[in-house]
């Protein structure tokens, strides 16, 4: 039984193993986010190996990956609100297929270069943009039941955690066997995968409620913003995320240039590395239910953010025999991967407990903004300082950097919390009968 069944005290609903529209939807994003995770790891090999891109180059890639989310997160939440957000996803999908299946396209005419390679990935970005403060917004619809919205993110972080295991590896082995920018066919069939599956969803999507008054988009973008930051917890959660996913981006992008320049690892090496500890995340998304249900929600969420932000230490004390070096690397991104596992789906549980339906794309856009946003300045800062002091160097100033985090973490009130949040009144629902008749 969940907080919010311990709280209400009514009986569960079915499970969501009998909900076929959101299986459909859960089965076609899991094989989504295992392309994903081969595009991430051969995008940056791509960019290195075959153009020989320097540290500094290879920060703009990733950064170029993500800084959509810095200026189109809020526009395109406000967009979600507006829209079905399953037509969204489809369009979104299309663009990623076509554009990854281009890449090797390119490569085999000898046409592509890394001018090219960064103009694909940023435009990838944008597409992904559009489809992340969508899909979630979306799953409520499917699920219904906001005492499912738990089990729907476990559910969902088991499948971004075993990707992270399967996909570093498959894709060293593809990377290894076709040449990375070939590996990238496989991602683009994952969204084609995708796109059918959410084709084959007959749960119908509602049309959102026509405002009370005439909407204007830099209103609804600072009242997404204001909605976010003027909550506690969820002003909370964003700040700390923000910082959290610069330092795992900035850590990840060192690491693959400490790994390739100055340990000479082979791309299957750096795939099995994070395959191995990509575990961590899929034991972290599959005890979460069980953690959630038996402990207090804030002190979950206090020592799993500190898992996260206390791993990157091990990679910088990384010393002795080579099998030494690469056991303290897989503990590293183990204990981060673990705790990453457990806080994604207490956080994005309690930013949809917190949410009314109305707000809830332009809350998931702020989030957007603010957590991939950390993560593309995390990319660029990660191939800057890497340029200027080594990789190594640099990934000790990360270790040091997120280590810190964890003072403001003690001090955040989603640790004081018991359970989850009761739902929020909805700002742009339609008056009620009553509330019409005595206006």
Excluded at 156 to 168: Q, Y
Excluded at 236 to 257: E, R
């Amino acid at each position: 039984m969940t907080a919010t069944q311990a709280r209400t005290g009514e009986p569960a609903t079915e499970s969501l193993w009998r909900n076929g529209d959101f299986l459909r939807f859960w089965c076609g994003e899991t094989l989504s986010l295992l392309g994903t995770q081969v595009t991430n790891l051969a995008l940056p090999l791509t960019a290195l190996n075959a153009f020989h891109a320097t540290d500094e180059q290879l920060g703009v890639l990733r950064f170029l990956q993500l800084v959509p989310y810095l200026g189109l997160a809020l526009v395109f939440g406000v967009w979600a609100d507006r829209s079905r957000r399953r037509r969204l996803m489809l369009g979104a999908n299309l663009v990623r297929m076509l554009l990854l299946a281009l890449v090797p396209v390119l490569y085999w005419t000898d046409a592509l270069g890394l001018v090219p390679l960064l103009v694909i990935a940023c435009t990838v970005g944008v597409a992904s943009v559009l489809f992340d403060v969508s899909w979630m917004s979306y799953v409520p619809t499917l699920v219904r039941d906001p005492r499912h919205y738990v089990e729907a993110g476990a559910k969902m972080g088991m499948s971004s955690s075993a990707a992270d295991v399967a996909g570093p590896g498959l894709a060293g082995v593809l990377v290894g066997a076709l040449t990375a920018p070939v590996a990238l066919i496989v991602d683009a069939f994952s969204y084609l995968v995708s796109l059918i599956s959410l084709l084959l969803i007959r749960t119908p999507e509602p049309r959102p409620e026509p405002p009370a008054a005439r909407r204007h988009l830099p209103t609804e973008l600072r009242d997404g913003l204001r909605w976010v930051l003027r909550n506690p917890v969820l002003r909370s959660l964003a700040l700390i995320g923000f910082c959290c996913n610069f330092s795992m981006i900035t850590v990840w992008t060192m690491f693959l240039l400490y790994g390739t320049r100055d340990l000479h690892l082979d791309s299957t090496t750096l795939g099995g590395i994070l395959a191995t500890a990509s575990v961590g995340g899929l034991i972290g998304a599959a005890i979460s239910r069980k953690v959630i249900r038996r402990f207090r929600l804030g002190l979950v969420y206090l020592v799993a953010q500190s898992a996260l932000l206390i791993g990157p230490a091990l990679i910088a004390l990384a010393a002795g025999p080579r099998p030494v070096m690469l056991g303290m690397f897989v503990l590293s991104f183990f204990t981060t991967y673990l705790g990453l596992g457990v806080a994604g789906v207490l956080i994005v549980s309690l930013r949809q407990a917190s949410t009314p339906p109305s707000m809830m794309g332009r809350m998931t856009a702020a989030f957007r903004t603010l957590l991939f946003g950390g993560g593309a300045l995390g990319g660029l800062a990660a191939g800057l300082l890497s340029g200027r002091i080594g990789a190594h160097g640099a990934l000790a100033v990360a270790a040091t950097a997120s280590a810190a985090v964890l003072i403001p973490l003690a001090l955040s009130p989603v640790t004081r919390l018991r359970d989850l949040p009761p739902p929020p009144e909805d700002p742009g629902a339609p008056p009620r009968a009553d509330e019409r008749a005595a206006g």
